[in-house]
């Protein structure tokens, strides 16, 4: 596996995490023991990932990945339930088989690659969020050049942020520049690849997978979201905008057709 981040580290992935894991894999104790292997599966926080998230929520914005990283963290510290359940709870019947390896670590790259552009465009949705909340002047080309020094975030690309941001500072969102727009279309089969085999194997890809769905979810005209609101309208009256009509005005059915005008009066949502 060093040699896999060593060769990533000299491409496109090249990045300070990517270089420290890089070390770390191929680090030996006095023993000659590769100390990885012998570090307790249980991952502390300090609540920056946290702070994060609930900044996310605050400002309904989708930073699915900071918080499926947190949330893996908070997984990790129940050594001693997830001991009782890997005896309990069984996985896939069948193990999946890899063919050409060489050829799925390739996938991996790329699926590794779109997932952390998605997770630098999440972050990005969040400042821009913040600063229309906030009333802030954020200049989002220079932030990334700001992450290049010193920062554990920092990686190659960011530059190519910059760029991007550069010439069009009122981008949407860092995953319409046509630069990134090329690289999520490349690495698309890869990463829908790798995530699947993760799946099917039993192997939990939390902030890989809900970036997939997030990449997924965001290229969609029409999302299912119209049952959900219809849901929240049944159980508490909570209206919803119609396709047929301007945005703006809202419509309340009474799902039941007898009683009041909700069927949950309690509910608070």
């Known amino acids: 596996m060093y040699e896999v981040f060593q060769e990533w580290n000299e491409g496109e992935l090249n990045s300070y995490l ?11 104790d006095e023993k000659k023991k590769y100390v990885v292997d012998l570090i307790l599966d249980t991952a502390g926080q300090k609540g920056t990932g946290k702070w994060t998230s609930v900044s996310a929520l605050d400002l309904g914005i989708p930073m699915t990945m900071v918080s499926e990283a947190v949330f893996a963290r908070c997984l990790s510290a129940i050594k001693d339930e997830r001991v009782i359940a890997s ?9 999946k088989k890899i063919g050409n390896k060489k050829k799925f670590v390739e996938d991996i790259r790329k699926a590794m690659y779109a997932s952390k552009l998605t997770s630098y465009a999440q972050g990005y949705m969040l400042m821009k969020e913040a600063a229309k909340e906030y009333k802030w002047d954020l200049h989002y080309g220079g932030i990334a050049l700001l992450w290049r020094g010193g920062c554990i975030i920092r990686s190659t690309f960011l530059g190519k942020i910059k760029d991007a941001y550069d010439k069009n500072p009122e981008l949407a969102n860092l995953l319409l520049d046509p630069y990134f727009k090329k690289i999520m279309t490349n690495c698309q089969e890869s990463w829908r690849k790798v995530v699947a ?6 192997i939990p890809m939390p ?3 809900s970036a997939l769905s997030f990449y997924d979810g965001f290229r969609q005209k029409r999302l299912p979201a119209n049952l959900l609101q219809a ?5 508490g009256a909570h209206t919803y ?3 047929d009509k301007p945005r703006g005005e809202f419509f309340h059915t009474n799902w039941t057709g007898r009683g009041g005008d909700t069927s949950s009066s309690t509910y608070v949502a």
């Not at 990517?18 to 030996?28: C, M, P, Q």
């Not at 085999?197 to 039993?202: I, K, P």
């Open 197 to 202: 085999t993760a799946a099917e194997a039993g």
């Open 18 to 28: 990517i270089e420290i894991t890089r070390d770390i894999l191929n680090y030996k």
């Open 241 to 243: 905008e119609r396709i």
């Open 231 to 235: 849901q929240r309208d049944y159980f």
């Open 207 to 209: 902030s890989m997978s």
């Open 87 to 95: 005896k309990i709870l069984k996985g896939p019947a069948k193990k």
